[in-house]
């Protein structure tokens, strides 16, 4: 998890990514199989559904009116749910939750993926993605787009390509088996990877 001192640097490093309806977007290659976070698992066994990536489109075909709603599912979110450490909220280092009022970034993560989905995004193209800033852990969204996988992010209310953050991306969940991680290596372009369904 980001400290908060980093939060203003971070944002002020997000102004600077181009958006990324104005630029060709990326998606992440993958390189076997990872570890998901410890947590993750006992937040599976209590909200599976909230895990899946099964079913559906693999990759989201991105129209004006489903951009806005990612950017506003992001941007509403992030307003409503103060972010708080696992450790005083619940006394714990690391617990996976759905917030109502405050929680972390992995949780801030999980109710965007709730959000979407009820609005009709399918699991498959929604992945919980983990990755690290200055040697702290962050928890992203990772949305699979035509235009490119992108990130809600809960320092940003900009939805970005992920290859345009700050991050060091480790692993995501996988397409099809939500519960299997693999890791991510670098970008590749989309006119070579995104072919839909």
């Known amino acids: ?4 001192r980093d939060v203003a640097l ?9 958006p990324f309806a104005a630029q060709a977007g990326t998606t992440m290659e993958t390189k076997g199989k990872a570890f998901a976070p410890p947590a993750f698992y006992s937040f599976c066994s209590r909200q599976p559904s909230l895990c899946s990536t099964a079913g559906g489109k693999k990759v989201v075909a991105l129209q004006p009116k489903l951009s806005s709603e990612l950017k506003q599912v992001n941007r509403s979110v992030n307003s409503r749910i103060t972010e ?6 619940v006394g714990k280092d690391d617990d996976w939750r759905l917030p109502t009022v ?7 993560a999980i109710l965007k993926k709730l959000e979407l989905m009820r609005r009709g995004w399918p699991a498959s193209a929604l992945l919980l993605t983990v990755a690290s800033y200055g040697g702290d852990g962050h928890t992203v ?15 940003t209310n900009s939805v970005r390509d992920w290859s345009s953050t700050p991050y060091s991306y480790f692993a995501r969940q996988a397409q099809g088996n939500g519960k299997r991680w693999e890791r991510i290596g670098g970008a590749k ?3 070579t990877t995104a072919t839909g369904g």
Do not use: H
């Open 1 to 4: 998890m980001i400290v908060k």
């Open 10 to 18: 971070i944002a002020f490093l997000l102004s600077f990514a181009c």
């Open 84 to 89: 708080l450490s696992d450790r005083v909220a």
């Open 102 to 108: 405050s929680g972390d970034c992995e949780d801030i």
């Open 141 to 155: 969204l990772t949305v699979r787009t035509s235009e490119g996988d992108l990130v809600l992010d809960n320092l």
């Open 189 to 191: 372009p989309i006119q």
